[in-house]
T-cell receptor, first 113, second 116 residues
Framework: AQTVTQSQPEMSVQEAETVTLSCTYDTSENNYYLFWYKQPPSRQMILVIRQEAYKQQNATENRFSVNFQKAAKSFSLKISDSQLGDTAMYFCAPQGGSEKLVFGKGMKLTVNP | DTGVSQNPRHKITKRGQNVTFRCDPISEHNRLYWYRQTLGQGPEFLTYFQNEAQLEKSRLLSDRFSAERPKGSFSTLEIQRTEQGDSAMYLC??????????????FGPGTRLTVL
């Protein structure tokens, strides 16, 4: 079974700062995908960024990038130039052979003006 | 709005009552998922459908829970004899892997259930 650990329950940063959210996971799969989802207050979950485990190159999506360390089973998310709209719960979620996403407990990020 | 929709958005019920939630996926999506999210936790997988076939069920889905997707379009999740521990946000997601190598799931706004 897959497990996901997000060790930082909450973080607070100032607008324009860079922040890194950590995630470690455990899986017996060799081919899988990793996702970061964002859940703003009272709004629905949306995909932030994805990474294919077979790709060595780290994914980037505008201000969002990941540091994927497959051997260490680590998948951290870096948010550059933080904006007020980045305030949300962030969930790390691997997806292996099964269709289901396995979510961590999440990390509450607050971006202050 | 062409996103995933869920109804009702909020449901308050008394313990022992039955409740039913509906999810309408994005129209061309053939896969539909149900998750449950309790306060302070990440979503937990309940079940998923490919078209009308229910392909996987979590052990979390006790005998009191049943999900259907009769025509491969919308889905319903029914909880019988609700218990206070069923209080949670019930999330629906849909996807269409198509030609892509990954399977992005698009989430609805959720149905918040409160069992008194």
């Amino acid at each position: 079974a897959q497990t996901v650990t997000q060790s930082q329950p909450e973080m607070s940063v100032q607008e324009a700062e860079t922040v890194t959210l950590s995630c470690t996971y455990d899986t017996s799969e060799n081919n899988y995908y990793l996702f970061w989802y964002k859940q703003p207050p009272s709004r629905q979950m949306i995909l932030v960024i994805r990474q294919e485990a077979y790709k060595q190159q780290n994914a980037t999506e505008n201000r969002f990038s990941v540091n994927f360390q497959k051997a260490a089973k680590s998948f951290s998310l870096k948010i550059s130039d933080s904006q007020l709209g980045d305030t949300a719960m962030y969930f790390c979620a691997p997806q292996g052979g099964s269709e289901k996403l396995v979510f961590g407990k999440g990390m509450k990020l607050t971006v202050n003006p | 709005d062409t996103g995933v929709s869920q109804n009702p958005r909020h449901k308050i019920t008394k313990r022992g009552q039955n409740v039913t939630f509906r999810c309408d996926p994005i129209s061309e999506h053939n896969r539909l998922y149900w998750y449950r999210q309790t306060l302070g936790q990440g979503p937990e997988f309940l079940t998923y459908f490919q078209n009308e076939a229910q392909l996987e069920k979590s052990r979390l889905l006790s005998d009191r829970f049943s999900a259907e997707r009769p025509k491969g379009s919308f889905s319903t999740l029914e909880i019988q004899r609700t218990e206070q521990g069923d209080s949670a946000m019930y999330l629906c997601a849909s996807s269409y892997p198509g030609l892509s190598s990954y399977n992005e799931q698009f989430f609805g706004p959720g149905t918040r259930l409160t069992v008194l």
